[in-house]
T-cell receptor, first 112, second 113 residues
Framework: KQEVTQIPAALSVPEGENLVLNCSFT??????LQWFRQDPGKGLTSLLL?????REQTSGRLNASLDKSSGRSTLYIAASQPGDSATYLC???????????FGKGTKLSVKP | EAQVTQNPRYLITVTGKKLTVTCSQN?????MSWYRQDPGLGLRQIYY???????DKGDVPEGYKVSRKEKRNFPLILESPSPNQTSLYFC????????????FGDGTRLSIL
């Protein structure tokens, strides 16, 4: 059964730092991996989707990498800002039915 | 504006009183799904639908029903709610079920007393 783990559970950094969030999964047979952002009282916002054949995706200050064989993904945030404070969730799609398996998230706090 | 709309956003009700949480998307998406989010357990899929009249169980379907009579709507039905269904519920949609990002609603917080 697919399991997704995110470490650390919480992270606090000063503004301007570059940071890396980690996601690992147990079964490498995935269709894709998505990174989401969740703000308090809000739904999830899709940040990046990496297909199983891809190694990385970039959007602005965000870069996500995927190493399927080792079951790992990282989300790199450059020059962090207080507005980046949120919970970041990683999810993998492991079957054709479209079931997303989520990690429990990393709560990021960027201090001014 | 492209969006997934859930109603109600908040509901407090009592055990056994049937309720429906509506979900509507305006993006002509084929795939829709329901998740619940609980502290310490994360997000888990309840039901999903790959198109009109096509629905299937996710990881935690017990106590829930869904229907997909129209492409834009995917209501979640709790026939006889119980306190263990107190949770934060999210509806999501995507253009297809494979390599398409999912778009989420803002959530519905249900409290069953």
């Amino acid at each position: 059964k697919q399991e997704v783990t995110q470490i650390p559970a919480a992270l606090s950094v000063p503004e301007g730092e570059n940071l890396v969030l980690n996601c690992s999964f147990t079964d490498s047979a995935i269709y894709n991996l998505q990174w989401f952002r969740q703000d308090p009282g809000k739904g999830l916002t899709s940040l990046l989707l990496i297909q199983s054949s891809q190694r990385e995706q970039t959007s602005g200050r965000l870069n996500a990498s995927l190493d399927k064989s080792s079951g790992r993904s990282t989300l790199y945030i450059a020059a962090s800002q207080p507005g980046d404070s949120a919970t970041y969730l990683c999810a993998v799609k492991g079957g054709s039915q479209g079931n997303l398996i989520f990690g429990k998230g990393t709560k990021l706090s960027v201090k001014p | 504006e492209a969006q997934v709309t859930q109603n109600p956003r908040y509901l407090i009700t009592v055990t056994g009183k049937k309720l429906t949480v509506t979900c509507s998307q305006n993006m002509n998406h084929e795939y829709m799904s329901w998740y619940r989010q609980d502290p310490g357990l994360g997000l888990r899929q309840i039901y999903y639908s790959m198109n009109v009249e096509v629905t299937d169980k996710g990881d935690v379907p017990e106590g829930y029903k869904v229907s997909r009579k129209e492409k834009r709507n995917f209501p979640l039905i709790l026939e006889s709610p119980s306190p263990n269904q107190t949770s934060l519920y999210f509806c999501a949609s995507s253009l297809g079920q494979l390599n398409q990002p999912q778009h989420f609603g803002d959530g519905t917080r249900l409290s069953i007393l």
